[in-house]
C-alpha cells in the first residue's frame, strides 16, 4: 500500500540553525500539506501546497517557514532560523484531491536546543 | 477560521464497554473528518462526513453528522483495548484541517 515517508525520524538542532525537513508524498496525490504537533497538543495546520505554489497557511507559517517541491517526488520544509519553540513533531500529508482524507506520513521529530 | 471543540480530552473505559464522543463547531462546517492517533504514532484517517445528517459505519464505529453540519459524534461500540488511542475530528475546508484538541481514550482490559 502506497504511504507518505518523511525523513529524518528525528533532527536535533542548536536555536538559530536552518532545518530542512524532507517528505515524499504519495506519487498520483495532488497537494501536499505540513502540519506540526507540540507534544501532548493537537495536530496544527502549517501549509497547504498545489500545483507548485501554497495553497493556503495559517499564521503560524510566517517568514522563517518555506516549502518546496524541487523534484516530481520530494516536498520539504525549511526552517530558516530555528527557535526553541519550534520543536515539535512535524507531519507531511498529502490527498487525491482538495478536502479528501489526508494521508499523513510518520513525522520527524524536530528537537532545538 | 473555523473551530472544532472537543471535550473531555481524555476518557477511561472497562472493556466491552460503549463510548461516545462529540465534536463542535460554532459555525457550519463543509466537512468533517476524523482521525485515530495511536501513542507514537502520526494521524490515521478514519471517516469523512459530508452531508447534514450523514451516519456512516465501519465495523464497532458509528460516525454522524448533525442536521446543521455543526456537530458529529463517534461512537465505539464495545471498546476493545486495540481501541485505545487519540479521536481527533478535523473541519476540512479550503485545502486545510483545522484538527480539535483530541480525545484519548483508554481502555481497561
Known amino acids: 500500500e502506497p504511504e507518505v515517508t518523511q525523513t529524518p525520524s528525528h533532527q536535533v538542532t542548536q536555536m538559530g540553525q536552518e532545518v530542512i525537513l524532507r517528505c515524499v508524498p504519495i506519487?498520483?496525490?495532488?497537494?501536499f500539506y505540513w502540519y506540526r504537533q507540540i507534544l501532548g497538543q493537537k495536530v496544527e495546520f502549517l501549509v497547504s501546497f498545489y500545483n507548485n505554489e501554497i495553497s493556503e497557511k495559517s499564521e503560524i507559517f510566517d517568514d522563517q517557514f518555506s516549502v518546496e517541491r524541487p523534484d516530481g517526488s520530494n516536498f520539504t520544509l525549511k526552517i530558516r532560523s530555528t527557535k526553541l519553540e519550534d520543536s515539535a513533531m512535524y507531519f507531511c500529508?498529502?490527498?487525491?484531491?482538495?478536502?479528501?482524507?489526508?494521508?499523513f506520513g510518520p513525522g520527524t521529530r524536530l528537537t532545538v536546543l | 477560521g473555523q473551530q472544532v471543540m472537543q471535550i473531555p480530552q481524555y476518557q477511561h473505559v472497562q472493556e466491552g464497554e460503549d463510548f461516545t464522543t462529540y465534536c463542535n463547531s460554532s459555525t457550519t462546517l463543509s466537512n468533517i473528518q476524523w482521525y485515530k492517533q495511536r501513542p507514537g504514532g502520526h494521524p490515521v484517517f478514519l471517516i469523512q462526513l459530508v452531508k447534514s445528517g450523514e451516519v456512516k459505519k465501519q465495523k464497532r464505529l458509528t460516525f454522524q453528522f448533525g442536521e446543521a453540519k455543526k456537530n458529529s459524534s463517534l461512537h465505539i461500540t464495545a471498546t476493545q483495548t486495540t481501541d485505545v488511542g487519540t479521536y481527533f475530528c478535523a473541519a476540512g475546508a479550503n485545502s486545510k484541517l483545522t484538527f480539535g484538541k483530541g480525545i484519548t481514550l483508554s481502555v481497561r482490559p
Open positions: 500529508a498529502s490527498s487525491t484531491l482538495r478536502d479528501n482524507e489526508q494521508f
Open positions: 506519487s498520483n496525490h495532488l497537494y
